[in-house]
């Protein structure tokens, strides 16, 4: 199709907004049915478990006027990472779709938990006790997990919580609200996707060459005090605040809905997690609504069992 054919065809006129989209996805038990009921009650056109060969004919169709939102997990039919992740790709090529993927994480032993409290099999192993389900999933999962968007823990989240999370993020009439995210980083494993503005912590003293700092991470009374030790640290910290505050508003009354920043150093343990801590705690105090991210911090706990399974 060329460029005459597609501006007569589905594409949004510049005058109108893009069509917003929000793929939800997460292990089986996380919250996500929750969350597609949240997404409809404010008014999303929600689709669950629609099979994923019929999706590129979905967005092919002429927006409905609503913004919707997709539930996408191992139930749905011919289900598979690597089509999710080539839908990610298509329809980031879309110019009339703003697209977002949601993904609701839970620890193993909450997991466990709630499917023992519904007596629910899994539906990865659907004639096997739910262990088995449970420890295989989050590793299916991996690689949608590294490209969300949006994370939300569901571990400690009543549905009361889980519904106020979901609207904080994807509220399509908010009342002049801004959104941030903050995440530390490892540069090792690459900038993380849709990061608005990045911050390099690589130049401040580094814990890791400190015996006794090694180990611990960026949220340690005793990290922070030895990364602040750096003479650099006051004045980074204090222009980083000072800009990131002087931005916000003006982002906020342009419209965007939602800010991504970033802290990266060389393992993303030490510095980038106190830079994000300091930073998140900074904007949480001035009233703005914050939400922080380790990513590499997060990794770790993954690739460390919390469950033997047989």
């Avoid at 019929?54 to 191992?74: C, Q």
């Avoid at 009374?221 to 030895?226: A, D, G, M």
Wanted: charged share 25%; glycine share 6%; net charge negative.
């Amino acid at each position: 199709m060329d460029g005459d054919e597609r501006s007569q065809g589905n594409a949004v006129p510049a005058t109108q907004d893009p069509w917003r989209l929000v793929l939800v996805t997460g292990p089986s038990g996380a919250g996500r049915s929750t969350a597609i009921n949240v997404l409809e009650d404010l008014g999303y056109e929600a689709i669950d478990n629609l099979p994923m060969r019929l999706l590129p004919a979905l967005f092919d169709a002429p927006p409905s006027g609503r913004p919707l939102a997709l539930g996408l997990d191992v139930r749905n039919r011919d289900f598979s990472v690597d089509a999710v992740l080539n839908l990610i790709v298509h329809i980031a090529d879309l110019p009339e779709l703003q697209a977002e993927l949601l993904y609701l994480d839970c620890r193993t032993d909450v997991l466990l938990r709630r499917y023992s409290e519904t007596r629910r099999r899994h539906p990865l192993a659907p004639a096997d006790a739910p262990e088995a389900g449970v420890a295989r999933e989050p590793e299916l999962l991996a690689p949608l997990r590294a490209q969300a968007d949006v994370l939300i823990d569901t571990s400690d989240l009543s549905p009361h919580d889980l519904r106020a999370e979901i609207e904080r993020w994807f509220d399509p009439n908010p009342a002049d609200r801004l959104a941030v995210s903050i995440q530390s980083f490892s540069y090792k494993r690459g900038v993380p996707r849709g990061i608005d503005m990045v911050f390099d912590c690589r130049f401040l003293r580094n814990p890791h060459w400190d015996d006794a700092l090694r180990g611990l991470d960026g949220r340690d009374p005793k990290v922070r005090t030895y990364i602040e030790a750096d003479p650099r640290h006051a004045d980074f910290t204090r222009q980083i605040s000072n800009l990131v505050t002087f931005l916000l508003p003006a982002y906020r009354d342009e419209g965007k809905r939602h800010l991504s920043i970033g802290f990266g150093c060389t393992g993303g343990q030490h510095r980038s997690v106190a830079m994000t801590e300091a930073l998140a705690n900074t904007l949480a105090m001035g009233g703005w609504q914050v939400s922080k991210r380790h990513r590499e911090l997060e990794r770790h706990a993954r690739s460390v069992p919390t469950l033997s399974v047989g």
